[in-house]
């Protein structure tokens, strides 16, 4: 393989794609590493300008000046940090975050029109050969794990089939690891069931976690009985992809997303055998509240209260 093989191959790719159309109709009026800094904003739990220049390799005056036009065109608010009061912590508006869902929405819609004119027996192909390029192109990174590269975790909204992932999954793990039977399976079914059913975007939402193509990890979350309170449930990280942080990730999401979406505590039910999802919820600020025996899903347990106060300003 030459050098020119490769840029061959890239010409190919992007006229393919449409990337070298971006500003006639799938991220008008925004560039493509301006609609890249809104997805990460949108999706990552990252949000400060130096961890933006770091996830993205871009340039810090470039940075800059792409996040003053979102701010000018009120996508974007900047307040201190409040893990350190030297950076300003960025923040998608409402305006933002419907700025992303469109461009998200238009990418996701060319893709698909791509995807639907390659025969279905030629998918498994393609995407073996989407991964081995990934694989192959990638070598030389550093891994913190066997199974993958933190930085290739991304947090995404669920798709069709996403929320029948999350039921199947959460019963065959949980009977695997720590034999639940069946009963848990419909607990997960009818919680995922009513939020399908009904539910609020502005206040209620579920994050994946994939890598290299795959849901790896999801949670949830939904308003609780109680009034001005989030609840998170039905965390999950698989085995395999467990050890890049994809369990902190996603309780960041839910609440940051909280915290915005105005409530004023977030709560989440658990078992003292979820050991490693207890230290997450610790590391992020909740308190155990109360806690119960019980006897559920086929085992004996004890049932944990965990509860984080958003305190949330108002300007």
Known sequence: ???????????????????????????????????RVLYELAH?????????????????????????????DGLIERTPSE????????????????????LDERSRESVGALLATVPADDRPRLAEAMR?????????????????HREDVVLREPVPGDLGWIVQRNAALYA???????????????????????????LERV?????????????????????????LRLLLVEPDARGLGI???????????????GYRDLVLWTNDVLTAARHVYRRHGFSLVAEKPHRSFGVDLVGQDWRLGLHVSRG
């Open 176 to 202: 695997a690891e720590y034999g639940w039977n069946t009963d848990y399976e419909g607990l997960v079914a009818r919680i995922v069931a009513d939020f399908a059913e009904d539910h609020d975007p502005h």
């Open 83 to 102: 893990r350190d009061p030297r950076r300003r912590r960025i923040t998608l508006t409402q305006r933002g975050r419907e700025t992303a869902a469109v």
């Open 247 to 261: 369990g902190d990730r996603l309780v960041e999401a839910v609440v940051g997303f909280a915290r915005d979406g």
């Open 132 to 148: 081995t390029v990934r694989t192959l192109l990638s070598s030389g990174r550093p891994a913190p794990s066997a199974h993958g």
């Open 1 to 35: 393989m030459t050098v020119q093989d490769i840029r061959s191959f890239n010409r190919f790719y992007t006229n393919v794609i449409g990337a070298l159309d971006y500003g006639r109709h799938l991220y008008a009026p925004y560039s493509l590493t301006e609609s």
């Open 44 to 72: 990552s739990p990252h949000t400060d300008a130096a961890d933006l220049r770091g996830e993205l390799s871009l340039d810090s005056g470039y940075l800059s000046r792409i996040l003053g036009k979102f701010e000018q």
């Open 207 to 231: 994050w994946i976690a994939e890598l290299a193509g795959r849901p790896v990890g999801g949670v949830m979350c939904v308003r609780d009985d109680a009034p001005g309170t989030a609840r």
